[in-house]
């Protein structure tokens, strides 16, 4: 298991949500990155230097720090998509090789390189920024319906990590709630969510609303 690519965000003009410009276009780094755990959501900060996001109210923070997605499930979908798709164009951080980043748990620690160590916090919503940077009408539905989202890591250990670090998975909660698990409850099996309570490591939002469907369900 290993980072195949560190990537970092290009500004560029966001005429689908009217903002002043997305930080989507992810692109692979030569050299090392730091990573430091970002300052509130609302900030704009996210885990990788020279990295930022500008839709401050839904990305970014302490819960969105990093966003990983496989090599293996770019590949898949450049073969359903019928077009290249190169690390970082998912708008991720890091692209992984050799990782199951769907299976993995909510609050599973990976180890990259020799210092950094991130946190498995919740699976990555698609948003219409998503859809139009990839030029696919229906793409939310089509990419939902997939479950593959990848997955949001909170800085537990800062430092730097490059491509070509390995990663070692170093906890792993006494739970079965997967990333593709949690994605599945949040979007179209609400029916789900009440499974989720057992995560403590989702973050407060995903929490409550987990929270208030079993309180729905115990009436």
Known sequence: MKLLSVNVGRPQPNPWKHLSATGIDKRPVAGPVAVIAPGPKGTGEVGLA????????????????????????????????GRPLANGVFGENLTTLG????????????RIGPDVVLEVSCPRIPCVTFQGWLEREGWIKRFTRAAAPGAYLRVIEPGDIRASDPVE????????VTVALAFRAMTLEPNLLPRLLVADALPQDARELARRRATTNDR
């Open 50 to 81: 020279g990295d930022r996001v500008y839709d401050v109210k839904h990305h970014g923070g302490p819960d969105q720090a990093v966003y990983a997605y496989a090599r293996e499930d770019l590949d898949g979908w450049e073969a359903e998509l």
């Open 169 to 176: 998975i170093v906890h792993r909660p006494d739970h079965d």
């Open 99 to 110: 990782l199951d980043v769907n299976g993995a748990l909510i609050g599973e620690r990976w």
